[in-house]
């Protein structure tokens, strides 16, 4: 938990958190929407312009992992996370503002209907919190760090 909280703070001090485009929680909630929304069942939507809307044709989400994405790559990871959890839900359960960088604490819950992470599909479901630091350019999204409990999640499945 420790490294996770300095790669946080690495991140924050990385991006710029002290820039001068301070938002208001709803300008916040209103520039992350469309992110949040391509995340809930994206099986069934059109991610990319989702993505596009949300984010800066620069943007890049970098994962605890140190795995960084552009949008390109995010639409496909995005759609076969929905193929794989058909009910897939996000919510945003808070949100917090330090300049030009919106925190969200987030819920991700949903049941598998094929293979996930080495789990067989049984019918159970899981719920897990993300924790997420986007950074704002010109009321887009330009850069995102993320965390996400998947070992929770499979914890859940599995039973272990």
Known sequence: MRRIFA?????????????NETLTIEQARTIIAP???ALNQ????????LLRKAT???WMTCSAEGICLTREKLVGAFKARGETIPDLKWEIRDIMISGNQVIVRGEASGTPAKDFMGVAATGKSFKIMSIDIQTIRGGKIAHSYHI?????AVRQLTGH
Do not use: C, S
């Not at 790669?7 to 820039?19: L, R």
């Open 148 to 152: 996400e409990d998947w070992a929770g």
């Open 42 to 49: 994206p099986a069934t939507k059109d991610v990319d312009a």
């Open 35 to 37: 992110l949040y929304d």
């Open 7 to 19: 790669m946080v703070v690495a991140a924050t001090v990385a991006t710029g958190a002290a820039a």
């Open 56 to 58: 800066t044709d620069d």
